[in-house]
Nanobody, 112 residues
């Protein structure tokens, strides 16, 4: 069974940075789109960023200019670089890949 392993979450002060990684146990070449989602307590899971054909990217308005999604097919890994983090970014972050599904999630906590 193909697995997704997320890493890079943690506790950071407002204004700080984190880089999340999502590594698959199989090749992700040609899998599109791949995305990062997040779920805060009491809220529904929602899209944060997505990368598709030709490495076109989409971001939710609240993270534009602060977050960057990228992929390294050679490492079977999708990244989410998060800069200038805000307390409202606190959530469990999940990656999702077509034909594979969801990762287990990684907690991001931003203190004020």
């Amino acid at each position: 069974q193909v697995q997704l392993v997320e890493s890079g979450g943690g506790l950071v002060q407002a204004g700080g940075s984190l880089r999340l990684a999502c590594t698959a146990s199989r090749s992700i070449f040609g899998l599109n789109p791949v995305g990062w989602y997040r779920q805060a307590p009491g809220k529904e899971r929602g899209l944060v960023a997505r990368i598709g054909d030709g490495d076109t990217t989409t971001y939710v308005d609240s993270v534009k200019g602060r977050f960057t999604i990228s992929r390294d097919n050679a490492k079977n890994t999708v990244y989410l670089q998060m800069n200038n983090l805000k307390p409202e970014d606190t959530a469990v972050y999940y990656c999702k890949l077509p034909m594979i599904g969801w990762g287990q999630g990684t907690q991001v906590t931003v203190s004020s």
